[in-house]
């Protein structure tokens, strides 16, 4: 019995859980008390995605998971099959041809946005001196803003997944802070730029046709959907199928990377109206994004990220920039053809913030017949924020 009541319990109570379920029971149950937290509280103005990394991030450096150093296989495997089928199945609610529903000023405005980005992060690069002030991940954060300002966070978490981004915690986590810091500016930005264009500029305030409910319906992300055997069987086998074809794939053709094809693959299947009408995939992606995101909070070196403050300087400076360019050119081109200003903001918005924002601003500026354009385009950049991201990172590579 003096065994019994002497056992070390403290010295295992310091010590982090290293058993693979216990681990993943503890991940689980962050996501579900972050998006509780989320929906509840005043947090829900930092997301669900940021807060994820944070609070893993305070259970890892509190010592009660493994943190990245000693690290676990069961980091190693959600970066390696979760992250990859998180993109794969978020992909697979891009419906490519009703894009056509957008109407051409948006698709226009939205391309231009596009470039726009493409420059702001080529300009802030080259001001910043991004090798030197970035560190060696500088072409790959260039990539990985270049994704996110032109469709959103999943080519954000593409483009650190394809260049091993994602296994540096304090970086990674220090480039979304930043990303989230700008992106909120971004959205006040673009309610107040149109309101104040249309009170000096009466003649901007153009209006068109406006969408059917049964249109913006059908196009409209949902917050939940239901779940059957069949289809949580059916895209398991398209997510884990694909990956294989993709490793296939980048053997054969090793130039091309593995999450363009992982990109591609899911891109072409979900023009397949059987496909893209799944019920699960956006669950299952967004639930997978979770968890990956909390690996990377696991991997954040808190006192580390305090200690190089300057690095997050850099970052907010980099994406201040480059949103900055964004902006100029977008606003002044739409200026210059006459654009409507609305059509400009809507556009720019589903660059910066993507789908959700897009469509909250359309609102906001209670334009209801630019609501489906702006989910629409929202989804275009999800389809090619990817592309340009890999794109840049290698120009910027190549630059040196």
């Avoid at 991940?137 to 990985?144: N, R, S, V």
């Avoid at 086998?237 to 694909?242: K, R, S, T």
């Avoid at 050119?329 to 660059?351: E, M, P, R």
Wanted: proline share 4%; with cysteine; glycine share 8%.
């Amino acid at each position: 019995m003096h065994i019994l009541f002497t056992f070390p319990i403290k010295d295992i109570l310091k010590m982090p859980i290293t058993e693979p379920v216990a681990i993943l029971a503890i991940l689980f149950l962050l996501i579900v008390v972050t998006e509780w937290l989320c929906k509840k509280t005043f947090l829900r103005h930092a997301g669900t995605a940021l807060m994820v990394i944070l609070f893993t991030a305070l259970v890892a450096n509190l010592g009660i998971i493994p943190a990245s150093t000693p690290a676990t296989p069961v980091y190693d495997g959600i970066f390696s099959y979760v992250a990859p089928l998180s993109i794969f199945w978020m992909l697979l609610n891009i419906n490519l041809s009703s894009l056509k529903l957008a109407g051409k000023p948006m698709l226009i405005m939205f391309a231009i946005g596009s470039f726009a980005t493409m420059a702001g992060a080529f300009v802030a690069m080259q001001l910043l001196n991004g090798s030197e002030k970035i560190g060696a991940f500088y072409y790959a954060i260039g990539g990985m803003y270049t994704g996110t300002y032109t469709g959103g966070s999943i080519n954000f978490n593409a483009v650190a997944i394809n260049y091993q981004v994602s296994k540096q915690g304090g970086l990674f986590a220090a480039a979304t802070v930043a990303d989230n810091l700008i992106s909120t500016f971004w959205v006040i930005a673009t309610l107040v730029i149109p309101k104040f264009i249309h009170y000096k500029f009466p003649k901007y305030n153009h209006r068109t046709t406006e969408a059917s409910m049964d249109e913006i319906k059908r196009h409209k992300p949902e917050e939940s959907e239901p779940i059957r055997p069949y289809d949580l069987a059916f895209i398991l086998f398209l997510g884990l199928g694909a990956m294989e074809l993709s490793k296939w794939l980048t053997i054969a053709l090793p130039m091309i990377p593995n999450i363009i094809w992982l990109t591609s693959l899911a891109l072409l299947l979900a023009q397949i109206p059987f496909i893209n009408k799944l019920k699960g995939h956006k669950t299952m992606g967004l639930l997978s994004i979770y968890l990956f995101l909390a690996v990377i909070g696991a991997f954040c070196d808190i006192p580390a990220l305090i200690k190089d403050g300057q690095l997050a300087l850099t970052l907010l400076a980099f994406v201040t920039i480059l949103v900055f360019i964004h902006g100029l050119i977008i606003y002044g081109l739409g200026a210059f053809f006459k654009q409507d200003i609305d059509i400009v903001s809507i556009a720019s918005q589903a660059n910066i913030g993507g789908t959700a924002t897009a469509m909250a601003l359309a609102k906001s500026l209670n334009r209801n017949e630019l609501v489906l354009p702006g989910i629409l385009v929202g989804a275009l950049g999800n389809a090619t924020g990817t592309y340009l991201g890999i794109f840049m990172s290698e120009l910027f590579k190549w630059m040196g």
